[in-house]
């Protein structure tokens, strides 16, 4: 799951790319990595507690790529369920 949120943040940022926009996406790409980094849902938890995925990554920026937001949700939701 963390792989194809970290590639869709990849294509996001690509796109990004020369754009004011570009240091953000590189900034919630490298935040990404540290998701993958921490590996079980309860690491991923640690990391970003208090916030929510979406607040971690960014949330104006996750609410303006669509394709990134559904993985970032489908994401939460298994880590909640986990609980």
Sequence with gaps: MLGKLISQVQKEWV?????????????VL?????????GTPEDI???IEPLTMTQYLGEVWVQGHPKVKAKVIEIERYINELK
């Design 15 to 27: 796109e990004d790319v020369g754009l004011r926009e570009s240091e953000i996406s590189e900034e």
């Design 30 to 38: 490298s935040r990404s990595g540290r998701l993958l980094g921490a």
């Design 45 to 47: 938890r640690k990391l």
